[in-house]
């Protein structure tokens, strides 16, 4: 045969979470829209993050109809897309945040973008970056299969979402399909800051646990380091978006966005450990 | 082939499926449920046929429009969806839902309008439901129709401006899907149009369908053709299916072309658009060449939308029915003729169904024709004499 089995995306990405395993700890995974304030700064912004302590992102390649985001990511995603920020820019920047960083990370995109670039081009372009996973926010498990189908012909890990109003023949549907990880939506609702700690995750993550040891990444109204903290005990992984693009689009400068950003992800780093 | 329901994916053949965020999948399956209960169910029938007589002022007329036929050279049909309680066909559907909705033991109703017409529907029915209401309306379209929003507020709904894109119809539709992504378990969203993720276009279709059964009902004899305006497409699907298939009936969709199809501000999504994923459903819809929602444009409100339910990409690829376009500048015109020679105001989304009708005389002569009013154009009365200065 020829060359050596290479290392996919989702082997990097299961890496990632075994190592988190045996640290005791979940993930650190910050979202921040692609290229926001603009393509260097962003670089910048994704390097301060890893420094202070992201063990992973997710890049939000941005939409025009975003419909599972709250106003904060839609107001960076309309940000983003007005200073020419195409899908092919997008994946630059994953690229780069890739190259700079080091450490693993996933696209995120609306399915509509993935149709018009054609599933197979698109991760296969998204697989070129160096990502390890894509994230397809208005993507139910009904329609992913053949996008989970590609995904495992690009080596991407690919995952599925599973929410406070999902029964348990719906998660058992998704487990079967075997997902790089679970997308626990921890709040029903778009994604955005609440003030409360969500009530949901224990009791998902043990319906998941019950049934797979898929890996379980919590998302949505993640926004202080004790909901962080709160979430990460029963997750393998945290997202955190909204309380972080709305550090970037609030800030003076683009200085002021990477010091107020690194702040709050090493704050958030430190309430996982 | 006309189908009658989509398949168990809630395709209708490409077209359709469920492309929501997971938190909304399961309601839209319970409402699957709900639905097709309801719907096979012969009580919730005598409720509807009750209230869409005594309530809605079903059967609506069709009306022998003789002198604007004389006029033109052909024999025009109106099938007068204007008289129907608030003014358009679009009540037809909010009093279904607002029954389906108290079925299903939800208290809280959002809604999306372009117009404000399915705004007003929609207020309507929650009042005579005793439904908590909020209306979705982009910032452009409350100001270009301020009258319904009054009318909604009259009613008791709560209006909400939306402020992002162009605020307009599609950031309506939008901003109700967030409202309902996060208020899912004691909302329901009574979407105004054949789009959306399934079961919706299904189900506002089956609802609207009584405007062609009934016109079947009402001529004696089978018109040649039958024209409907096209925005999210629900007045043109409730007249066509019924009649989709029939043979020497020809269907005709009218798209907004805007301020012409050549400028790219229009409203053509199956005329111009390609196949994508717009509010849930694979459609056809206006994007760019990285699958970004465009903006539409119309001078009509209802019809200003980057896409179409999913049944009428369908009925295009198969070649069920024609779909064409005129500009909002045809549209003003039929919009003073048919009421200077008929007494009879439109809605601009009906006007455009109009235009195409004058625009295609000398091809028509002879022939049948009916036109769906789908609405009367007491809501567009301010925005013409803006026009006319």
Known sequence: MGEAMRETGRDRLNAMFAAMRASGRAALLPYLTAAIPTFEASVRLFKAMADAGADGFEVGIPYADPLMDGPVIMRAGRQALDAGVTVPVALDLVARVVEETGKPVLAMTYVNPVLRRGIERFFNEVATTGAVGLIIADLPADEAVPFLEAASATGLGMSLFVAPTTDDARLQAALDLDPAFIYAIAEVGVTGERDDASSNTERMAARIRERSDTPIVFGVGISTPDQAAAAGRHGDGVIVGSAIVRRVIDAGSAAEAESAVASFVGDIAAALA | MRLDRPDERGRFGAYGGMFAPETLMPALIDLEGAFTEAWADPSFHSDLDELLSSYVGRPTPVYHAERISAELGIDLWLKREDLAHTGAHKINNTVAQGLLTTRMGKRRVIAETGAGQHGVATATACALFDLECVVYMGEKDIERQALNVYRMELLGAEVIPVTTGAGTLKDAVSAALRDWVASVASTHYIIGSVVGPHPFPWMVREFQKVIGEELKRQLEVPPHVIVAPVGGGSNAMGIFYPFVGDEGVTLVGVEAAGRGIETGM?????????????????????????????????????????????????????????????????????FHRLAVTEGITPALESAHGLAWIIREAES???????????????????QVAGLDG
């Open chain 2, 266 to 334: 229009h409203g053509a999504s199956l005329g111009e658009g390609s196949p994508g994923v717009l509010h849930g459903a694979m459609t056809y819809m206006l994007q760019d060449e990285f699958g970004q929602v465009l903006e539409a444009h119309s001078i009509s409100a209802g019809l200003d939308y980057p896409g179409v339910g999913p049944e009428h990409a369908y009925f295009k690829d198969a070649q069920l029915v024609r779909y064409v376009s005129v500009t909002d500048d045809e549209a003003v015109v039929a």
């Open chain 2, 364 to 382: 028509l002569a002879g022939q049948t024709v009916v036109l769906n009013l789908s609405g009367r154009g007491d809501k567009d009365v301010q």
